[in-house]
T-cell receptor
Framework: DAGVIQSPRHEVTEMGQEVTLRCKPISGHNSLFWYRQTMMRGLELLIYFNNNVPIDDSGMPEDRFSAKMPNASFSTLKIQPSEPRDSAVYFC????????????FGNGTRLTVT | GNSVTQMEGPVTLSEEAFLTINCTYTATGYPSLFWYVQYPGEGLQLLLKATKADDKGSNKGFEATYRKETTSFHLEKGSVQVSDSAVYFCARGDSGGGADGLTFGKGTHLIIQP
């Protein structure tokens, strides 16, 4: 089991540029989550999908953020245009929906916007 | 809404000391309760869980008991090691226990000194 795979591990970009973060969930998991972690705000849920369908995107900070899940094995989180305050570690996690299935997290993408 | 409150960190202890990290949750419904651990440079991983009142979750020497009367789920370990240094997150799930509705605390940074 390769676990949840995120890429890239680190991203440094200039303000105004488009950033795309990628995630491959664990095979067979049907729920996928995007989180953002900062020192100030801790761990924040941005959006989650069940069976590739976005269920709750109330955590997405603004229209500059968008997420897609075109199939069960791939998801992207896009920021366009990026701003310095978007600097954070972004985590993807997957699970089996319902029951007591735990979340499995990737190792995160550390985004720095200068 | 649902919330989880953890003690502020960092918590600094000497090796072999007794550890307690406090966690309380809002009492809405009958949530499942979780502790996750985040080692440096990694994503969160499940440490232990409890799904109903008076259940005790345990793993790697850590324990936590689901106390409905005090709405608490404090994490304890009898003798900590340097390798336990990490950030610990308490979380509550929805009544169904699924990952869809996990609410995380802000995390407690634990530092164990040799």
């Amino acid at each position: 089991d390769a676990g949840v795979i995120q890429s890239p591990r680190h991203e440094v970009t200039e303000m105004g540029q488009e950033v795309t973060l990628r995630c491959k969930p664990i095979s067979g998991h049907n729920s996928l989550f995007w989180y953002r972690q900062t020192m100030m705000r801790g761990l924040e849920l941005l959006i989650y999908f069940n069976n590739n369908v976005p269920i709750d995107d109330s955590g997405m900070p603004e229209d500059r953020f968008s997420a897609k899940m075109p199939n069960a094995s791939f998801s992207t989180l896009k920021i366009q245009p990026s701003e310095p305050r978007d600097s954070a570690v972004y985590f993807c996690a997957s699970s089996l929906a319902g029951g007591d299935s735990p979340l499995h997290f990737g190792n995160g993408t550390r985004l720095t916007v200068t | 809404g649902n919330s989880v409150t953890q003690m502020e960190g960092p918590v600094t202890l000497s090796e072999e000391a007794f550890l307690t990290i406090n966690c309380t949750y809002t009492a809405t419904g009958y949530p499942s309760l979780f502790w996750y651990v985040q080692y440096p440079g990694e994503g969160l991983q499940l440490l232990l869980k409890a799904t109903k009142a008076d259940d005790k979750g345990s793993n790697k020497g850590f324990e936590a008991t689901y106390r409905k009367e005090t709405t608490s789920f404090h994490l304890e370990k009898g003798s900590v090691q340097v390798s336990d240094s990490a950030v610990y997150f308490c979380a509550r799930g929805d009544s169904g226990g699924g990952a869809d509705g996990l609410t995380f605390g802000k995390g407690t940074h634990l530092i164990i000194q040799p």
